[in-house]
């Protein structure tokens, strides 16, 4: 056997390299000799300086320690010494081994603080637990956690936050430490919106937040809220019902390692039990007293009960008092307990006595609750019926305690189930009957149903292909779309729906042959290339979609690029889902013809809406109103009433009232205060629904048996009562929220028509007044339209008369004075024509309707297109909304507002106009602007006025009328004109339409 050689100094240094621990070898002379890596970085020297020092030289805190007194004992001993040892001067504790040799020391020790920490901390939060566990209040429990835990987790400051439950905002609860509580609620501010980032957090999502010096420069609020030694803070939540955190400041940076967090939540968790105890303690407090108030009210409540209440021990005898036995049997207390405890079985009818020991002694061995009936024999000799029932009340150990039960007389409700099951048979053959027939009407209502449904179609397929085609066209760019139909007489052939509006250029052929059509649950069909005649021209892609009905096809949507490129991924998502959409239309279809017949049900209070505004007698209205409700609700009638005097007069009425000498009462009036069914609505402005009539309500008793329930509802107009709507039903009814909604709706549209018709009276004379103001103006309009313009015409056709005759004799002085003159006469004529239509302006009536502006900007354009002929005119059109106007009056505004951005820009380069939209304060505010020559801003009030110009004539044609028409038209329509600019700058023009 071979000896291996030694270790070289090298080899032995990188053995102790490994080591995980810091170690160091001494010789006997207390001199470094040898000095691992980890020692190296703990010691702060590097080895090669350490190696020959020493220790007491390098390491002189060591000198008078516990360290010093071990090593020397090593030494002396030359025994091994292994210890743990708090080191002062690094405020650590070490694990000590020292192992001596026949040279020295080696000397292998560890950093154990943490641990030490750890059961420090440990044995401060039991003690902490131990103080917790016997608070009951949440306020000494706050202020006992954060008392001990600020020095446990090294905090200078430390606070309780709460999420208020009405607010939704936290509330300081707590605080304690190096922040003053005062100033601390005083610079609390719940409403600062940064609270909701960092606090906020921990508060709402429940997990611990920490943040570092560097962190606390982030957020603002946290900077600015804490104290000014705060370097470094942990927000922790509660776990309780109510979110709260406990927040933690520190003085110096922390690094929240993995030991810290673990302290810190331990201190919340700790914080959370405790409240959650105080919280449990205050309850079952608040469940004692609620406990001993019950028991209170039980007690009084037996008192009050109609049944007789017994009390028997856990084997079942009875332990309760029993006058009411004895007086009810006779039986004495001492006989009826007997002497096996069942003696008051022999006032129990023979046929029940067995069936009744029986349940007892089940349920006393069950512990389930006991009930029985049976009859028992009274002190007459008759037998009277009865009911007991029982409970157990159990102990701890689940047993029967004893036992509580009720006794109840149930006699008449007996002899009323006998009678009860007589009434049953009888009611059980009509019920029989009856169904048969309604199984007859359902049978022929379902045939109905398939007929209707059959014979009516919500949307065509025409409809819905014309949509889908123009929904593709307008949303891809270089496609073309069309929509076959199955060739009902050539199997394979698909023929094209006519589209309207379809692109120019290029487009799908009229007829397909062997389409592809995919499975039902395939994707569409997608061509790469699709050449659809052989020779015929051929398309850079194309995508077909099949609808189905009923697993055939019926139609195939397709769309084809017009470019010799694939259909983008974009373009086939929109086609699979304008395809889909098709599709589900199509199935909706048959939902919708159902819909119809639901929809005619409705349709009659549209009309009667409709005619609110054209039926001049409000009482006829009344009567349509009371038919259409009446015709939705089960047998009755249908009444209006109105004060006169001390009385309620009908005024209108719909139906029979079914008693001759009621209906004469009616006509005769009812008196006002005592009729309570109409009076009370009348009073408190509130419908009064009874579904079950109340026949004194009206002191009507004797007249009104026949009546079953009622809804009476006032009439409110301008805010007042005006009168009573009443429906009076043949049996009792219960009114639901449909039906109150419907006769809520009847009644509003009637008392819109009756304040129109107190309206109608003062319209009237207001039209009066306006028909003879038109007549004026238009007596005016014809002088002006004939008296001046027939003597401008006859000059201007004698100036031409004039100069034909004379020809070349006249003069250029001459021809010139003749031209002028003709010119001054047609300019005279124009002024004339454009005041006509001034005066025709205000005189037409408006004719609302939705208008799309946008379309109408187009049209206006393409009328201008002539005066941009030779320019270079640039049009930006944002999104315009549709509005709610007199599409004629409207499109006279845009002419005049867009013609004037093109006449007034005629000096620039490139003429720029820009029309948008935007929303005002009450509608939209429409804006047109141009690059032109703009206008001095202090003239501004002079540009709507009739003939007023801000420019020669000689720069701008125009005789100054537009603008004035266009503030006319707006100004109708309820809106405003105004209008921006400085010279050489543009002009941006603003009208505003309601909404």
Known sequence: MTTPDPLTRHEYQALLDDLLDP?????????????????????????????????????????????????????????????EVYYAPLRIWVELRVLPSLDGLAVQFRDVTGRHVDAEQRDQLLHLAQLLSTVTDANTALDTALRLGLPLTGACSGTVLALDPDSGQPTLWLTTGTVDPATARAEWDPADPELHGPLMQALHGGQAQYYRSSDLKAHPYLTRHKASRTRAVAALPLGLEQPCQLVLSFDSDRVFSEPERHVLTSLADQLTQTLRRVQLFQAESAAREQAQASEARYRALVRSLPQQVWIANRTGINVSTSEWWQALTGQLLVDAVGADGWGWLERVHPDDRDRVRHAWKVALRSLKPYRQEYRVQTVGGEYRDYEARGLPRLDEQGRAA?????????????????????????????????????????????????????????????????????????????????????DMQQEGRWDMLPI????????????????????????????????????????????????????????????????????????????????????????????????????????????????????PDPYQLVRRAQEIVLQMLPEGYGVYFEPDGGTWQLNAQTGTMGDSRLQQAVLDGLPFEQTGNLYQPWHSGEPLFQDSYDHGTDQLAEVTAHIGATATLPVMVNGRPRGVFAICLFRQHRW???????????????????????????????????????????????????????????????????????????????????????????????????????????????????????????????????????????WEVGALPEVQADPTLLRQVLMNLLSNALKYSQPRAEAVITVWAEPGEHGWVISVQDNGVGFDPKYRERLFGVFQRLHPASEFEGVGIGLANVQRIVQRHGGQVWAESQLGQGATFRFSLPA
């Not at 100036?799 to 005759?805: A, C, H, I």
Request: net charge neutral; with cysteine.
């Open 23 to 83: 170690l160091f070898v001494l010789d006997r002379r207390w001199r470094y000799v040898l000095v691992n890596r980890q020692a190296e970085r703990v010691l702060g020297v590097p080895a090669a300086e350490l190696r020959g020092q020493v220790i007491w030289d390098v390491m002189t805190d060591l000198q008078g320690t516990e360290l010093e007194r071990l090593l020397r004992q090593a030494a002396l001993s030359r025994s091994r010494v292994e210890a």
């Open 402 to 486: 004893e036992w509580v039960g009720t006794v109840d007389d149930i006699t008449d409700r007996k002899a009323g189930e006998r009678a009860l099951q007589q009434t049953t048979a009888q009611l059980e053959q009509q019920v029989h009957e009856r169904t048969r027939a309604l199984q007859e009407e359902t049978d022929a209502l379902d045939a109905f149903v398939r007929f209707t449904a059959l014979s009516s179609h919500a949307v065509s397929v025409p409809e819905l292909a014309q949509l889908a085609v123009d929904v593709l066209q307008a949303t891809l760019d270089h496609v073309c779309a069309g929509y076959y139909l199955p």
């Open 500 to 615: 309207h509006g379809a692109r120019p250029g290029r487009r799908l052929p009229q007829t397909l042959h062997d389409v592809p059509v995919p499975e039902p649950s395939s994707p569409p069909t997608v061509l790469e290339q699709w050449q659809p005649l052989e020779g015929g021209p051929a398309f850079g892609a194309a995508a077909f979609y099949p609808h189905l009905v009923q697993g055939v096809p019926s139609g195939i949507l397709s769309v084809a690029s017009t470019r010799a490129q694939p259909l983008s991924e974009r373009q086939q998502a929109i086609f699979r889902a304008v395809g889909r959409s098709m599709g589900l239309a199509l199935e909706r279809s048959a939902a919708t013809r159902v819909l119809v017949a639901q929809q005619q049900a409705l349709e009659a209070f549209a009309l009667l809406a409709r005619d609110l505004a054209f039926e």
């Open 736 to 874: 639901d929220s449909t039906e109150r909604a419907m006769l809520g709706t009847a009644v509003r549209q009637l008392a819109l028509a009756l304040e129109r018709s107190e309206a109608a009276r003062q319209q009237q004379h207001q039209q009066r007044q306006l028909e003879a103001a038109n007549r004026e103006l238009e007596a005016f309009s014809y002088s002006v339209s004939h008296d001046l313009r027939a003597p401008l015409r006859h000059i201007i056709g004698f100036l031409g008369l004039l100069k034909r005759s004379l020809g070349s004799s006249l003069s250029d002085r001459s021809t010139h004075l003749l031209s002028v003159t003709e010119q001054a006469a047609q300019h005279m004529n124009t002024l004339i024509e454009e005041l006509l239509v001034f005066a025709r302006t205000a005189r037409e009536p408006l004719s609302l309707r939705t208008v799309r502006l946008d379309q109408l900007v187009k049209d206006v354009q393409a009328q201008l297109r002539r005066d941009t002929q030779g320019r270079v005119v640039r």
